[in-house]
């Protein structure tokens, strides 16, 4: 008997022990956190946020970034079944606890202790209202301490009713919802009270996971999730057996509702967003901020399509790499057989009837199209959730017959694919060989595969695929520098890479230009200095030598640098600069916009052998545009803040201004006045170089370009080292415009800047000057016009009959041709002579 008294003595004083000491940690831990701990009295005057947007110089949507939270929720405006629905997934407790529920707590514990993993989860609502709005998301016992803290202080000064409502509207639900009412009408389309039992439960299910959950993404495992909240709602007494029966066997009816851009402008978004994040911090996000960029609403969709259309014209012509996907169950019920089952532990853990009537619901989700056999209900899922690039739709394969294919497309869409939409289809071996043709579709793909789709003009389809090479299309303003279109691949959602600012590639070609405009602006060479096209073998610093060659493998000998431009000869540019010099060269480059520190100083920096962006690249452009003004590029006109729009900042660049007098610093356009940007090139020695470039088009690589019947068309094509970068850079007075094409892993096109890059420069050009006026600048004085001898460059005398026409800036004439005759024998004869091949036959 003493010794159970003492048994139970100890016991006794070992629970109050045990309590002292927890009370104690508690007390304890509140001591030494609390002055860090947020102030959660901010939290009475937190206002929603209001999203920062993006817009066209003339006004159209063409981003939006932040919380979308367009229908801030009261306590009173949510709908009973809802907020039951909540309390049964999250927080059954939440109007009896006080903040913290031990219980969860203590089971949380339990499950870690015994399973190294939380099934269940121990935060409540009010926990994870402080996680949200006040605390970072890391996951740490020093942050759930805080955590507990400050949700014991918030129900000491906020009611449950204000925490339930910051609640519901800052929760994130996937697809940018955050807040039940925004997830309501991004998947659903309808106000909270029009919501269903089966789409509250749904929605509700969606805070512990919103991608695991999300009926788009994953409908098979939501499903699960839905029905078990629906299971805890019935045994809860929230709902009675027949609401129930009816929500629990509801099929999916959830789809994206999200309003499109007005403009596909994604990658000139992004920029603005982080403009705006580096100059306003987070509160770019809310802020009520917007952003008017110079995109041209009219150019860039030209843009956007110009290059998708170029990218899937270089894919077809490299043959078929096979479906994205294979074997994709047809029905819902099928796929949910073959479903993972991690993360769903304790839904399926709660009753066989969770997944039961999971089952049934897959089952009433039955949906099928006229012209397919059986349920197609997980193909319509798949195709839903399956993003569209481009103008390339996602299609799953219904059958193959013959030479045709059947294609389920989204919408329950039934597409016949001829087989003129599928003989492309040779099996991709390398970027240079392809496979046998196919014979039949069904060497192409097989049911249950998904493919990609493309509506051909006529109106019929074609068998396509997301290209595998990436490509980037820039326009400019060369007056001001303004970017009027950008692309920087073939779609933002499928790689959001920007090509068009980040990458850089070898120039290749289009960077002779440059070499040759510094020759002409030093004077000591014009458009028929003659320098010989051959062999030449240099020490690149390394023990071997180097020994370039020209692309045809071939050597012209004596060579026109008109010619030698036109027909991109490499070691004329290379001799070209040795003559003028590295160092002279690289001071003269640098004032186009290239950093001197990654231009290589050597003489392949002639060849184009500098890693540069197709911006830097089409801003140089852009100087040989404007008749050689520094100008820089640049993508904001303004931006404003709040409902009255108050302006924040505005653009003022520097602009070129070809008809001001040299003494002029500042010049008008429309109504505004700008700074005159610097000239650094002379304007003889560009309007020479344009004209230059004009040959790249009539006789030279560029002639495919003679198909847009302008001549107010200049340019250069350009192609690296084994065809890894395919490039066109190119312009008239209005527009400077650069195309690249290459892949991101830098292995080889396998063609030339002709095939892969300028047809879509053609594309693009042609439809934005489509009714515009041609654009040549006016011949500045001194531009001259003298015969020359061709093979020699040298000027000929009246008397000298023969040669060709040039153009020369007055300053710096070439020598004249030597007479090769003797006068005494030339009178004697009554004869002149030039030694011009022209004079002999």
Same mark, same amino acid.
């Given at each position: 008997m003493?010794?159970?008294?003492t048994?139970?003595?100890?016991?006794?004083?070992?629970?109050?022990?045990?309590?002292?000491?927890?009370?104690l940690g508690?007390?304890g831990?509140?001591?030494y956190?609390a002055?860090?701990?947020?102030?959660?009295?901010q939290?009475?005057?937190f206002?929603?946020?209001?999203?920062?947007?993006?817009?066209t110089?003339d006004?159209q949507?063409?981003?939006?970034?932040?919380?979308?939270?367009?229908?801030?929720?009261d306590?009173?405006?949510?709908?009973?079944p809802?907020?039951?629905?909540l309390?049964a997934?999250e927080?059954?407790a939440?109007f009896e606890?006080?903040g913290?529920?031990?219980?969860?707590?203590a089971r949380?514990?339990?499950?870690l202790?015994?399973?190294g993993?939380i099934q269940s989860?121990?935060?409540?609502?009010?926990?994870?209202?402080?996680?949200?709005?006040?605390?970072t998301?890391?996951?740490?016992?020093?942050?759930?301490?805080?955590?507990i803290?400050?949700s014991l202080?918030?129900?000491?000064?906020?009611?449950?009713?204000d925490?339930?409502?910051?609640?519901?509207?800052?929760?994130?639900l996937?697809?940018?919802?955050?807040?039940i009412?925004?997830?309501?009408e991004v998947?659903?389309d309808?106000?909270?009270?029009?919501?269903?039992l089966a789409?509250s439960a749904?929605i509700?299910g969606?805070?512990?996971?919103?991608?695991?959950?999300?009926p788009?993404?994953?409908?098979e495992?939501?499903?699960i999730?839905?029905?078990?909240?629906?299971?805890?709602?019935r045994?809860?007494?929230?709902?009675?057996?027949l609401?129930?029966d009816?929500?629990?066997?509801a099929?999916?009816?959830?789809r994206?509702h999200?309003?499109?851009?007005?403009?596909?402008?994604?990658?000139?978004a992004?920029?603005?967003?982080?403009?705006a994040t580096?100059r306003f911090?987070?509160q770019?996000?809310?802020?009520?901020?917007r952003?008017?960029?110079?995109?041209d609403?009219?150019?860039?969709?030209m843009?956007?399509?110009?290059?998708?259309?170029g990218?899937?014209?270089y894919?077809t012509r490299?043959?078929?790499?096979g479906?994205?996907?294979?074997?994709?169950p047809?029905?819902?019920?099928?796929?949910?057989?073959?479903?993972?089952?991690?993360?769903?532990?304790?839904?399926?853990s709660e009753s066989?009837?969770?997944?039961?009537?999971?089952?049934?619901a897959?089952?009433r989700s039955?949906?099928?199209?006229e012209?397919?056999?059986g349920d197609?209900?997980?193909?319509i899922?798949?195709?839903?959730?399956?993003?569209?690039?481009?103008?390339?739709?996602?299609?799953?394969?219904?059958?193959?017959?013959g030479?045709?294919?059947?294609?389920?497309?989204?919408?329950g869409?039934?597409?016949t694919i001829?087989?003129?939409?599928?003989d492309?289809?040779?099996?991709?071996?390398?970027a240079?060989?392809?496979?046998?043709?196919p014979?039949?579709a069904a060497e192409?793909?097989?049911?249950?595969?998904?493919?990609r789709?493309l509506?051909?003009?006529?109106?019929?389809w074609r068998l396509?695929?997301?290209?595998?090479?990436?490509?980037?299309?820039?326009?400019?303003?060369?007056q001001?520098?303004?970017?009027?279109a950008?692309?920087?691949?073939?779609?933002?959602?499928?790689?959001?890479?920007n090509?068009?600012?980040?990458?850089?590639?070898?120039?290749?070609?289009?960077?002779?230009?440059?070499?040759?405009l510094?020759?002409?602006?030093?004077?000591?060479?014009?458009?028929a200095?003659?320098i010989?096209?051959?062999?030449v073998?240099?020490?690149?610093g390394?023990?071997?030598?180097?020994?370039?060659?020209?692309?045809?493998?071939d050597?012209?000998g004596p060579?026109?640098?008109r010619?030698?431009?036109a027909r991109?000869?490499?070691l004329?540019t290379?001799?070209?600069l040795?003559?003028?010099?590295?160092?002279?060269?690289?001071?003269?480059l640098?004032?186009f916009?290239?950093?001197?520190?990654?231009?290589?100083?050597?003489?392949?920096?002639?060849?184009?052998?500098?890693?540069?962006?197709?911006?830097?690249?089409?801003?140089?452009?852009?100087?040989?545009?404007?008749?050689?003004?520094?100008?820089s590029p640049w993508f904001?006109?303004?931006?404003t803040?709040?409902?009255?729009?108050?302006?924040?900042?505005?653009?003022?660049?520097?602009?070129?201004?070809r008809?001001?007098?040299?003494?002029?610093?500042?010049?008008?356009?429309?109504?505004?006045?700008? &700074?005159?940007? *610097?000239? /650094?090139a002379? $304007? @003889?020695?560009?309007?020479?170089?344009?004209?230059? +470039?004009?040959d790249?088009v009539e006789?030279?690589?560029?002639?495919?370009?003679l198909?847009?019947?302008?001549?107010?068309?200049?340019g250069k094509t350009?192609?690296?080292?084994?065809?890894?970068?395919?490039?066109f850079?190119?312009?008239?007075?209005?527009?400077?415009?650069?195309?690249?094409?290459?892949?991101d892993?830098?292995?080889p096109?396998?063609?030339?800047?002709s095939q892969a890059a300028l047809?879509i420069?053609?594309d693009?050009m042609?439809?934005a000057?489509d009714?515009?006026?041609e654009?040549?600048p &006016?011949q500045p *004085?001194? /531009?001259?016009t $003298? @015969?020359?001898?061709?093979n020699?460059?040298?000027? +000929?005398r009246?008397?000298q009959?023969?040669?060709i026409s040039?153009?020369?800036?007055?300053d710096?004439l070439?020598?004249?041709?030597?007479?090769?005759?003797?006068?005494a024998?030339e009178?004697h004869?009554?004869?002149?002579g030039?030694?011009?091949?022209e004079?002999?036959?």
């Amino acid at each position: 008997m003493k010794y159970l008294r003492t048994l139970i003595f100890s016991a006794v004083w070992l629970v109050i022990s045990l309590g002292a000491a927890v009370a104690l940690g508690v007390v304890g831990a509140a001591i030494y956190f609390a002055p860090g701990l947020p102030d959660v009295r901010q939290l009475q005057d937190f206002e929603l946020q209001t999203p920062l947007r993006i817009y066209t110089r003339d006004g159209q949507l063409i981003g939006e970034f932040g919380d979308e939270r367009r229908m801030p929720v009261d306590f009173e405006d949510i709908p009973k079944p809802l907020l039951e629905a909540l309390l049964a997934a999250e927080d059954s407790a939440y109007f009896e606890h006080h903040g913290v529920d031990p219980k969860g707590l203590a089971r949380a514990a339990v499950e870690l202790a015994s399973s190294g993993d939380i099934q269940s989860g121990g935060s409540t609502i009010t926990m994870q209202v402080a996680r949200n709005y006040l605390l970072t998301l890391d996951r740490t016992f020093t942050r759930k301490i805080r955590e507990i803290l400050l949700s014991l202080q918030m129900e000491q000064i906020l009611s449950k009713q204000d925490i339930m409502e910051l609640y519901v509207n800052k929760i994130f639900l996937g697809h940018r919802a955050y807040g039940i009412a925004a997830a309501a009408e991004v998947y659903y389309d309808k106000p909270l009270s029009e919501l269903t039992l089966a789409q509250s439960a749904m929605i509700a299910g969606l805070p512990k996971a919103p991608s695991a959950f999300n009926p788009l993404a994953n409908a098979e495992r939501a499903l699960i999730r839905r029905n078990w909240i629906l299971f805890r709602m019935r045994e809860l007494g929230y709902i009675d057996q027949l609401a129930y029966d009816e929500a629990v066997q509801a099929p999916i009816t959830a789809r994206r509702h999200v309003a499109r851009a007005e403009v596909q402008a994604d990658y000139v978004a992004e920029m603005a967003r982080q403009f705006a994040t580096d100059r306003f911090g987070d509160q770019a996000y809310t802020g009520s901020y917007r952003i008017y960029t110079t995109l041209d609403s009219d150019l860039q969709p030209m843009a956007r399509q110009a290059l998708a259309n170029g990218l899937i014209a270089y894919d077809t012509r490299h043959g078929w790499r096979g479906a994205e996907d294979t074997d994709i169950p047809q029905s819902l019920a099928e796929a949910q057989d073959q479903t993972e089952r991690s993360g769903l532990e304790e839904e399926l853990s709660e009753s066989p009837e969770v997944m039961e009537t999971a089952r049934r619901a897959a089952e009433r989700s039955q949906t099928t199209v006229e012209g397919i056999d059986g349920d197609v209900s997980n193909w319509i899922q798949v195709l839903e959730r399956t993003p569209t690039y481009g103008p390339l739709e996602p299609a799953i394969v219904v059958s193959t017959d013959g030479r045709q294919m059947q294609v389920l497309a989204q919408g329950g869409k039934l597409h016949t694919i001829e087989w003129e939409g599928l003989d492309w289809a040779a099996p991709y071996k390398s970027a240079r060989y392809r496979g046998a043709k196919p014979s039949s579709a069904a060497e192409i793909a097989s049911h249950g595969d998904l493919v990609r789709i493309l509506q051909r003009e006529d109106g019929t389809w074609r068998l396509s695929q997301r290209p595998d090479a990436e490509g980037s299309l820039v326009v400019m303003e060369p007056q001001t520098g303004a970017i009027l279109a950008l692309q920087a691949g073939f779609d933002f959602d499928a790689s959001k890479f920007n090509r068009a600012i980040q990458a850089r590639r070898q120039a290749g070609s289009i960077f002779k230009p440059f070499i040759y405009l510094a020759g002409l602006n030093s004077g000591e060479m014009t458009a028929a200095s003659v320098i010989n096209d051959a062999p030449v073998v240099l020490n690149d610093g390394s023990n071997e030598l180097w020994r370039p060659s020209n692309s045809s493998g071939d050597f012209l000998g004596p060579t026109r640098l008109r010619v030698g431009l036109a027909r991109s000869r490499n070691l004329v540019t290379i001799r070209l600069l040795q003559s003028l010099g590295l160092e002279n060269t690289l001071d003269f480059l640098v004032n186009f916009g290239f950093s001197r520190e990654r231009l290589p100083h050597g003489l392949s920096l002639a060849l184009g052998s500098a890693s540069l962006t197709p911006l830097e690249m089409t801003n140089a452009y852009a100087v040989l545009a404007n008749g050689g003004f520094r100008v820089s590029p640049w993508f904001i006109e303004k931006v404003t803040q709040g409902e009255e729009q108050s302006v924040v900042e505005e653009a003022s660049p520097r602009v070129a201004c070809r008809e001001c007098s040299e003494d002029a610093t500042t010049t008008e356009i429309d109504g505004k006045t700008y &700074e005159i940007a *610097p000239r /650094i090139a002379n $304007a @003889r020695a560009i309007y020479i170089l344009r004209d230059m +470039l004009r040959d790249v088009v009539e006789h030279g690589t560029a002639r495919r370009a003679l198909a847009m019947n302008r001549s107010d068309i200049v340019g250069k094509t350009g192609t690296t080292n084994d065809q890894r970068d395919a490039w066109f850079a190119g312009f008239n007075t209005d527009l400077a415009t650069t195309v690249w094409v290459g892949k991101d892993d830098n292995t080889p096109t396998a063609e030339y800047g002709s095939q892969a890059a300028l047809p879509i420069w053609v594309d693009f050009m042609s439809q934005a000057l489509d009714g515009k006026p041609e654009a040549i600048p &006016e011949q500045p *004085p001194g /531009i001259v016009t $003298a @015969r020359v001898d061709a093979n020699t460059g040298r000027l +000929l005398r009246d008397s000298q009959g023969g040669g060709i026409s040039e153009i020369f800036d007055e300053d710096h004439l070439p020598s004249q041709q030597p007479r090769r005759v003797e006068s005494a024998v030339e009178r004697h004869s009554d004869s002149q002579g030039t030694g011009a091949y022209e004079a002999i036959f």
